[in-house]
């Protein structure tokens, strides 16, 4: 039995976003995916492309390219996978963060929204145990690599990891929209 009950097509994106079964897959799915041994990690990650692919096959017409999957849980986004060269790139897990320096009168409430992150993300990134952050305080900010394909936009890629364009923009100092192909992103993450 597969571990998703539901699907989403993207035909434009040629993208298919597939859901964990609540009911019965969940709880393996979290015990298989909690491990963090590295070795581990990759095979875990290879599997669930293959999960990916093997329920495409049932659900798409035969030889329908698929470029990436998204799997979800309910409403939340646990991971994007590409078929480009099998590369896999996790919401949930992975060392990649990005620099933030904190600015004259901002809280770690601000700079969470500014990013579209949760303060805790924040916290727990930067081993915080108060809210406090003072101008100057570089701030570690848990994010994913994204790699800028021919048919991305700001506006596309905020809309495909559920994030403000804006915080695409800060994170990495962007002054314009403008995207060049095989440029790579820092993509804020949430990591609970």
Known sequence: MSIFYKYEWDEANRELTVFINPTEAFYEFAVEYADNNNDQHISKRKNLLDSARRYAQSV????????????KFQQFLVAVLDEKNGATRELMEGPAHANYKVGGN????DIAQELTIDEASLKKANQM?????????????PCYLHTVVTSDSIMKIAQRYDISRNS???LNTLSTDCLRI???LKIPKRLH
Do not use: C, H, P
């Open 106 to 109: 901002e809280t770690l409430r």
């Open 182 to 184: 095989g440029q790579e």
């Open 129 to 141: 145990k108060e809210d406090t952050v003072f101008v100057g305080m570089n701030l570690k900010v």
């Open 60 to 71: 798409l017409a035969k030889g329908t390219v698929v470029k990436s999957y998204r799997v």
């Open 168 to 170: 695409i923009r800060k």
